[in-house]
């Protein structure tokens, strides 16, 4: 296999579920963004910069749980401080299709 990593590395990456509580119009960030508030559970709440304006809208996004990496150091986007990142992948377009569980679950549960 190529690129195998253990799983010790694996888990090094602190992958949670949360639910999107706020989302918000992003104009500042230089490519179109929204700002999210993601309820982490035993985290709290954290703040994320997402591109995803050309398949989500903000409305659709309140409630939504989504799978974030939360142990990545803050980042300055513009004037906002993002504290995870909301995972997703590249669609035909180059869009970006949330990671989302299948069913709901307790926020801040690790994906294992």
């Given at each position: 296999m190529e690129n195998t990593i253990t799983w010790q590395q694996f888990t090094a990456v602190d992958l949670r579920v949360g639910t999107i509580v706020q989302a918000e119009p992003f104009p500042e960030a230089r490519k179109p963004a929204y700002k999210l508030w993601i309820d982490l559970g035993e985290l709290g709440?954290?703040?994320?910069?997402?591109?995803?304006?050309?398949?989500?809208?903000?409305?659709?996004?309140?409630?939504?749980?989504v799978i974030c990496v939360t142990n990545f150091p803050p980042k300055q986007v513009g004037p906002?401080?993002?504290?995870?990142?909301?995972?997703?992948?590249?669609?035909?377009?180059?869009?970006?299709?949330?990671?989302q569980p299948q069913a709901k679950v307790p926020n801040g549960k690790r994906l294992i």
């Open positions: 709440i954290k703040k994320s910069s997402a591109q995803i304006t050309k398949r989500y809208t903000v409305e659709s996004l309140l409630g939504q749980q906002l401080m993002s504290e995870v990142l909301v995972t997703g992948f590249e669609d035909e377009d180059g869009n970006i299709v949330l990671s």
